[in-house]
Each structure stands twice: as C-alpha cells, then as structure tokens.
C-alpha cells in the first residue's frame, strides 16, 4: 500500500459517515448561496461527487419549483434544497420540496418555525439545520434534526459572532456521536478539511470557494473580483448606531459598503434632529441593501452591488471546473492525513 492511497483510505474513512448521510461520493456540501447556488453549480457539484444545494432565499414556490426541476434535468444525483425559516411562504416551499422528492432540506435563518420539523420530516426528508452554539445545537438534537452545519464569523454572508475553529471546538466533541455534523466558513483547502475530519466532523460545507467555478453563473466581473481579493478584504458590515440594527454581513469591501456607512452617519443624524421617525428610519438601514446580491452576481455591479464572500475567497486564484476543485480539496486532505500517519 502506497503512503497516497494510505491517505486516500484514511480520508474515506473519516467522510464515509458524511457521505452516506448525503448520498454523495465525498461529504462535501456546497454552501447555499443567493443568485449563485443555482441549477447549474449545483448539479455540477452533485456530479462532481459533492453535494450540491440550491439557495432557495427569496424565491417564490413558483419559481423552487422551476428551479428543482431544472436542477434535476441537469443531474441524477442527490441534492439538497436551503430554505430561510422567515419566509413568508415556507410551508408552500416545503411542499414544493416534497412534490420533487428532495432528500434533504438545510433550514438557515434561525430556530425550526413550529410544524416546519415535522412538515419535512414528514415527507421524508432528512433536515440540515445550523446551530450556531452548543446549547442550541443540543437543542435540535433534541428537537429531531437530522444534521447539523456548525459555520463561523469567516464564512460570507449573514454571520455570527463565533469562529469556525472554536464553535469546531465547543461543538463537536458534545455533539458529533449523535448527529452527523458539518463544519462551514473560512475552509479554503484540503488541509482544514483533515483537521476538521480529524476533530469528529462528518465533512465540511464550502460555498465561496465554488463562486468562481466555470460552472458558477456569476458575472465574470463578480469573478474577477473574487480571484483579486485577499482574506482581508472580506469583512463584517459595521453597525454605526445600536438604534439602527444591521445584522453582519461578510463581504468584499467596495463602494457600496463605504456608501452604507455614511448612509448609516447620515440616518442617526435625521433621528438626532427629529427629521425623521424611528420605524422609518430603521426601515431605511434596511432596504439600502435590496437587491445589492442580484446586481453584483448576476448585473456585474461590482461597486455598488453585495459581494458576499468568505475570508476564503484570498484562496480563490483562478475560474476552473467543479470536478478540479474538489478533486485539488481531497488530495490536499488526503495528503494531510497520510503525513499524520507517519
């Protein structure tokens, strides 16, 4: 036996939980993101032997359902299907999600809505849910999930408070004998990957370091602004005034974000000078963002528009296939777990 395939074994070893739960051939999830975890990246993913997820967001049923089927036209094999618990319509989602005999539903957003649990779980489904501190994960558990994705503050999008390494820390030692757990935000390489494995995580979930795949949708400026960017340069959106609440958001710094800070200055000033009311003025901080996400990845709107990405996104260098991606991410965790081994 080579010392590559002892690696190679050793890393089957470590996802085969991970990938039996998903139905995959690696226990690699693809992070759901808006506008760009779409048909297309997504059945790459699922056929590359990852675990494609479409981001549902704000879709309507309508639009799931045309999504769904189009994913299922492009790809044979398992997918799951991300939901956000405050949309107004989850339930009808959830249906939709039945109709097409989704075998996994990731709910993101907060705490299971009541029935919601049920409601999937009824038609079939294993749930996916993520549980951003232990007691909360001991919860869902509890609760009857299936999964769990344990995400850190470097992941892109809507973020908590917590690192990936420590929430790994807090989380997986508790909880990863019990429920098949995924750990997501800030994994670039291989590497991690191992180390997380090696920490009793079922696998990992990527989103950013799939965005500039030549199977991405994203507008070729979107892409480009990724393969330029550093770890630093994706950073939290920061709130100016406690009476206007902007939950944190991981980004690439661009005009927009410079514009939504003085946004912000010039808000509080109008509520200091009794120009305008509180509701209106919350209402404001709010909506500056509205449909930022589509003009960045789909418009090429890389000044003004949202360009949600990890702190990964520095280890993004080049537009390539789903297929190499994956393929470069096991051969680095298998090569870590075979110098483990000696």
Known sequence: MTNSTSG?????????????????????????????????????????????????????????????????????????VNLITMHPQLFDLIDV????????VVLAGGLPPAGSLDAIKG?????????????????LIRSGVDALVVEGMEAGGHIGPVSTS???????????????????????????IAGYLDMGAAGVQLGTRFVCATESIAHPAFKKAFIRASAREAVASVQIDPRLPVIPVRALKNAGSELFTAKQREVAQALDEGRVEMAEAQLQIEHYWAGALRRAVIDGDVEHGSLMAGQSVGMVTREEPVADILAALMAEAAHALEKRAV
Do not use: Y
Not at 37 to 55: D, K, T
Not at 131 to 139: M, V
């Open 8 to 80: 190679t074994e050793r890393l089957q070893r470590r996802m085969a939980r991970g990938a039996a739960f998903l139905g995959s051939e690696v226990a690699v999830m693809g992070g759901a993101m808006s506008w760009v975890s779409e048909r297309h990246l997504v059945a790459a993913i699922s056929n590359a032997g990852g675990f494609g997820v479409i981001a549902c967001g704000a879709m309507t049923p309508e639009l799931l359902d045309a999504e769904i089927a189009g994913t299922k036209a492009l790809t044979g094999k398992p997918f799951g």
């Open 97 to 104: 999600c039945a109709k097409h005999e989704v075998g996994h």
């Open 166 to 192: 420590v929430l790994a820390q807090e989380i997986l030692p508790e909880v990863a004998e019990q429920v098949p757990v995924f750990v997501a935000g800030g994994i670039g390489r291989g590497e991690a």
């Open 123 to 139: 038609n079939g489904a294993k749930l996916i849910c993520f549980a951003p501190a232990l007691a909360l994960a001991r919860k």
